[in-house]
């Protein structure tokens, strides 16, 4: 079997307990089967590498937020995760989701750039702060801006 059980809810047990024996120390073994795990476990290791704060596992996660593949609920839920890592190596893969793209390049759903606005405030840098003011600014009317300027800091 390898590190992997197999059968229905194998990926999760296998990434449960990974990351139940080992904590922070498993944080390298646990980020890369993020995309192989069913999505209660994920759900489940997201949180605990944002209540670790794991900077380790920044890549991963950023790089599955931005996976369009994904699930929304699942990618909202890493993007939650970079804001609750609280480190400034997320600014880039979160203003990413954020910035409006242009018509062809395709802008994220609404839920997904307020997901990642709500993360830039959570890390508590002042370069996010400014980048999402100029996002406000730059930002035509609809329920994205009003979202945005109801955000704590940014009027």
Do not use: C, H, N
């Amino acid at each position: 079997r390898g590190d992997r059980e197999t059968g229905p809810g194998g990926g999760r047990v296998a990434m449960l307990a990974v990351w139940g024996g080992g904590g922070q120390a498993s944080e390298p073994s646990v980020s890369p089967r993020m995309k192989e795990t069913d999505p209660g476990a994920l759900e489940e290791v997201l949180f605990a590498l944002g209540q670790l704060k794991s900077v380790a596992g920044l890549p991963a996660i950023a790089e599955f937020a931005q996976d369009r593949r994904a699930m929304e609920k699942l990618r909202i839920k890493a993007i939650e995760t970079l804001g609750a890592i609280r480190s400034p190596e997320a600014l880039a893969p979160l203003a990413e989701l954020v910035r409006r793209r242009g018509f062809f390049a395709g802008t994220e759903s609404t839920a997904v750039r307020l997901a990642g606005a709500r993360a830039l405030v959570d890390l508590g840098v002042p370069a996010a702060t400014e980048f999402l003011k100029g996002v406000l600014e730059a930002e035509p009317r609809g329920e994205f801006r009003e979202a945005l300027a109801g955000l704590k800091g940014l009027t």
